[in-house]
């Protein structure tokens, strides 16, 4: 099975700066989907950005873009300008072009600093 | 927008009990999941059904078993509720390819 592997258990940032949190992952598949959840203490989790793996183009939404190394298996999180409503768990998260399923990661917590 | 909703916030049984969670989805997707969610474990699938009366074993499932009797519906069912299967449980919905709709999460306690 796809394994999903976020190496950062917690995270801080001061308030503006910008933080990146890691994400690797394991597949023999060339054509895949990943994607980034945020889940904030009210526990709802939110999709924060997709990448689809046969786009080269990194995805960006906003404040928050990723850096897509399909060579490497590496889907880094960037969060600019950090807000303090950006502190929550983030969850990468793989899924396989035809597959039902979806692995998540351990999670990272960000802490955002005034 | 899809809605997941599960039936509870805060669930707690007692060892020994069977016990149901419930999930309803709104956008008539092929696919749900649940999940159960530890501190340092991150989100673990436990089973997945793709549709009505089908079902398939995800990465903890022993323990646990599910009904899907109608497509809009999934329900997690604890056999025989033991205290190491006190956590969060999330439910989602999706279609291929498209990100997980997630319901709120149950927080269950087994005593």
């Known amino acids: 099975a796809q394994t999903v592997t976020q190496s950062q258990p917690e995270m801080s940032v001061q308030e503006a700066e910008t933080v990146t949190l890691s994400c690797t992952y394991d597949?023999?598949?060339?054509?895949?989907?990943l994607f980034w959840y945020k889940q904030p203490p009210s526990r709802q989790m939110i999709l924060v950005i997709r990448?689809?793996?046969?786009?080269?183009q990194n995805a960006t939404e906003n404040r928050f873009s990723v850096n897509f190394q399909k060579a490497a298996k590496s889907f880094s999180l960037k969060i600019s300008d950090s807000q303090l409503g950006d502190a929550a768990m983030y969850f990468c998260a793989y899924s396989g072009h035809n597959n039902n399923d979806m692995r998540f990661g351990a999670g990272t917590r960000l802490t955002v600093k005034p | 927008d899809v809605k997941v909703t599960q039936s509870s916030r805060y669930l707690v049984k007692r060892t020994g009990e069977k016990v149901f969670l419930e999930c309803v989805q709104d956008?008539?997707?092929?696919?749900m999941f649940w999940y159960r969610q530890d501190p340092g474990l991150g989100l673990r699938l436990i089973y997945f059904?793709?549709?009505?009366?089908?079902?398939e074993k995800g990465d903890i499932p022993e323990g646990y078993s599910v009904s899907r009797e109608k497509k809009e519906r999934f329900s997690l069912i604890l056999e025989s509720a033991s205290t190491n299967q006190t956590s969060m449980y999330l439910c989602?919905?999706?279609?291929?390819?498209?990100?997980?709709?997630f319901g709120d999460g149950t927080r269950l306690s087994i005593l």
């Open positions: 956008m008539d997707h092929e696919n």
């Open positions: 597949t023999s598949e060339s054509d895949y989907y």
């Open positions: 059904s793709y549709d009505v009366k089908m079902k």
């Open positions: 990448q689809e793996a046969y786009k080269q």
């Open positions: 989602a919905a999706r279609e291929v390819g498209q990100p997980q709709h």
